[in-house]
């Protein structure tokens, strides 16, 4: 019972994570329809930048909240060199592929091949139903929720945010409105960018970041947003759970190497399922 | 929106008056080898309403899609001296956003967001105004794609296929509120129609475009009697 509260514990936290990384797969591809390959690298840089901040001496919380600014550069550097200029949408899918490499020989070069981690905020770690919970996993929890939340109130509530939706929802009459599309798509890799960043800010802590992560962490967020079709942030969370959970008690119950290979297990059934679907409803 | 300047330049189609709300002057649009408009000339004056008909695949969308510079001229100019809205063929709501959102996207450009004037216009969009844009029947998403347009203030509104799959009954109505907009507000029109019995009906000038080229103009009156105008597009022909 104590065993089951913590895999489902730090399964939920971790499934956020996946989430936050999912999500910006969906912004992304929402409005530009560019499958971003180089989402994990914003998760890196988010570590890595966090990691460096707090050794430079720079309070925690602010270089958590700089790494995650700085990835959203990075995101809106990345949108540039991928969207700008009329590409084909398979080259602008191959140039993050490339990034996504870039980033691995980037990393490597400036923060070199070991892996690094910081603990999260100071605090006790706690108790749930006799299960030892690290705080991580509750500043994880919490913080992915006021993230949620804020993504929530911006595009259900702002008249920008109705902007976003309404370019992925029909790029033609958005520009018809006199709305930059292509802008857009940069604001949504921007986003994307400081999405990635927070999950790669929040899972250091818990578990060591290496420069080579982003391909792993790129192909569970991606697993988790095709949950909804790579268009709807609410299943793209539930997606992120799905993996989180499944991630934690494969480790836990039958062993840790087994993780990777469940996780890619679930993406070929839940692609198998979305090929079905979409054939169902006559999509595509 | 295209905002050329006109400048001071002879030109061959001498019928366009100096003060023309819009113009356009020889333009040609390609797609690829294709030449969708093969040197097009033509004017909307200040609250004017004027039609545009002529087959399918004609050109009369991609010259829509060339004045709100969706696509751009191989050559020729445009002159546009006000705002256009562009209420698209097949209306292009944005389906997952409510009615209410739809048209205040529609001032993204500027101005007021608030869509009680359009209320006001189309009183029943008011009790559909939290409603998914999508779930709306034809004749009330054209309603809304009408009001979208007209949240952009604009002077003159281009109009593209109004009457598409809408019932006759829904077509008149939503006719005869272009017509009022256009005698209370000055709003001028460029309608164009597969229907061209209700395109010549309710406005005064039309231009017939074939294969990229405008192959007749005149007074809609006029043209509704021209036996080749007729023929092509009025004989026996039913509104979808």
Redesign the interface.
């Known amino acids: 019972m104590t065993a089951f509260v913590e895999y489902l514990l730090t399964g939920v936290a971790r499934g956020l994570v996946f989430a936050l990384l999912a999500m910006g797969f969906v912004f992304i591809y929402r409005v530009t329809r560019v499958v971003n390959f180089a989402q994990g690298a914003f998760a890196v840089f988010g570590g890595f930048i966090t990691y460096s901040l707090l050794r430079a001496g720079i309070p925690q919380g602010v270089s958590e909240l700089l790494a995650v600014l700085a990835a959203s550069l990075i995101g809106l550097i990345f949108g540039v060199i991928t969207i700008a200029g009329d590409i084909p949408l398979l080259a602008s899918l191959i140039i993050t592929i490339g990034l996504s490499i870039l980033s691995e020989a980037i990393l490597m070069l400036i923060w070199g091949t070991t892996p690094i981690t910081y603990s999260g905020l100071t605090g006790h770690d706690f108790v749930i139903l006799g299960a030892f919970i690290q705080r991580q996993y509750l500043i994880v929890v919490v913080a992915s929720l006021v993230l949620f939340a804020l993504i929530a109130l911006a595009f259900g509530r702002t008249y920008f945010g109705k902007a976003m939706t309404a370019c992925a929802s029909n790029p033609y009459a958005a520009k018809l409105s006199g709305i930059n599309v292509k802008r857009m798509g940069l604001v949504a890799f921007m986003l994307g960018g400081a999405l990635g960043g927070a999950a790669g800010v929040l899972i250091t802590p818990l578990s060591p970041m290496t420069y080579d992560a982003d391909v792993s962490l790129a192909i569970t967020g991606f697993a988790a947003a095709i949950v909804g079709g790579l268009t709807s942030p609410g299943l793209a969370v539930v997606g992120g759970l799905v993996f989180g959970l499944a991630e934690q008690f494969v480790a836990g119950y039958w062993s840790p190497s087994n993780e990777t290979a469940v996780a890619l297990a679930l993406l070929i059934i839940l692609l198998l399922w979305q090929a079905r679907r979409m054939r169902l409803e006559g999509l595509e | ?1 295209k905002l050329l300047e006109s400048v001071e330049q002879p030109t061959p189609n001498g019928s366009i008056p100096a003060d023309a709300l819009l113009a356009t002057y020889d333009l040609v649009v390609r797609y690829g080898a294709a030449v969708a408009l093969d040197g097009v000339s033509m004017y909307v004056g200040k609250g004017e309403m004027v039609a545009l008909i002529g087959p399918n695949g004609a050109g009369k969308s991609t010259l829509l899609n060339t004045l ?3 696509n751009h001229p191989a050559a020729g100019r445009i002159v546009c001296n006000g705002k256009l809205a ?1 209420v ?1 063929e097949g209306r ?6 409510t009615v209410e ?1 739809n048209l ?3 001032a ?2 500027g101005g007021s ?1 608030d869509p009680s004037p359009m209320y006001e216009l189309f009183p029943q969009l008011y009790r559909l105004r939290n409603r998914r844009a999508g779930g709306l029947s034809g004749g009330e998403q054209q309603m809304v794609a009408i009001g ?1 347009a007209l949240m ?1 203030h604009p002077d003159i509104m281009a109009v593209d296929e109004l009457s598409q799959g809408l019932a006759p009954i829904v077509v008149s109505d939503i006719a005869n509120h272009l017509v009022a907009l256009n005698k209370e507000n000055g709003t001028a029109v460029l309608l164009v129609e597969q229907n061209a019995q209700l395109a010549l009906d309710i406005t005064s000038r039309a231009y017939v475009l074939e294969n990229g080229r405008i192959s007749k103009e005149g007074r809609s009156a006029d043209l509704a009697r021209d036996p080749a105008v007729h023929e092509a597009y009025l004989g026996g022909q039913v509104s979808r």
């Open positions: 929106m709100s510079g969706i562009h698209p292009q709501l944005f389906p997952e956003l959102d205040r996207l529609g993204y450009r967001r979208r952009a």
